[in-house]
């Protein structure tokens, strides 16, 4: 006569799984289904004789589950940024989530800005773009200042919609320090996520509304692009 119904296991199985039918957040679900696995893995092994060809299944079933439990844990860690990348965030990407804007800093370049040094010149074709988090870059036509870059600004973006042209030499004024990214890594990046492509497309419009009639040569359109003509460039 067994002192321990094997039966107990397998309706607590039964009751942790069905828990897990009616809790919404995917990490419980997924934990309360390999609990109650190995309650039931216990009730196949105390058969006689054992089921090993159940017990298979739900071993395997458990390794399912433990290993998207895993990647879950991961997905939510707390996201650490560097201060460079924690100023970024402030000062001009702070609408995003945190985790996918540092995936965004994570394939770009850190560099620092020395006073005097062009950064683009007029006419050229436009590769990258860059965000400052010091320092300041005058937008220059000929000998004319017509505009000035601060901290939060991201430049690059007036030529990126007006056909890959930049439309103003960029030299460093004051020296600081700023993030460049690859235009077409950045294109490629945005592809892969339609809604986040459209968080930064949001941001892009704004910051341009505020500085493209500034930055823009006089003989240059000085309208902004609707959203449809910009549609084709994700670059920021």
């Keep these: 006569m067994h002192i321990f119904n094997p039966d107990y296991l397998i309706d607590i199985a039964n009751v942790l799984i069905l828990v897990a039918f009616i ?3 995917v990490l ?3 934990l309360l289904f390999l609990v109650g696995s190995v309650f039931a893995i216990g009730f196949y092994f105390l058969q006689s004789p054992p089921q090993w060809h159940p017990i298979a299944w739900t071993v395997l079933y458990c390794a399912i589950h433990g290993y ?3 990647r879950i844990l991961i997905e939510r860690r707390p996201v650490v940024l560097t201060p460079d990348e924690e100023t970024l965030y402030r000062l001009a990407f702070g609408s995003l989530d945190r985790r996918k804007f540092a995936r965004l800093a994570g394939f770009g370049r850190w560099r620092d800005a020395d006073r005097g040094q062009t950064l683009s010149r007029q006419g050229e074709r436009v590769n990258e773009v860059l965000t400052l ?5 005058a937008a220059r036509v000929g000998n004319k200042t017509v505009g000035i870059m601060e901290p939060g600004h991201i430049v690059g973006t007036a030529g990126v919609l007006y056909n890959n042209i930049q439309l103003c030499d960029f030299v460093v004024e004051t020296p600081g320090r700023y ?3 690859p235009l077409a890594e950045e294109q490629q990046f945005l592809e892969k996520d339609p809604e986040f492509r459209s968080q930064v497309r949001n941001i892009v419009n704004t910051d341009l509304a505020t500085k493209i009639h500034t930055i823009t040569p006089r003989n240059q359109p000085t309208s902004v692009p609707s959203q449809s003509g910009a549609s084709g460039h994700d670059g920021t």
Excluded: F, H, N, P
Aim: net charge positive; hydrophobic share 65%.
């Design 68 to 70: 998207w439990i895993v």
């Design 133 to 137: 988090i010091s320092g300041t870059i």
């Design 28 to 30: 419980l679900l997924r």
């Design 179 to 181: 993030i460049v990214w």
């Design 23 to 25: 809790v919404r957040d």
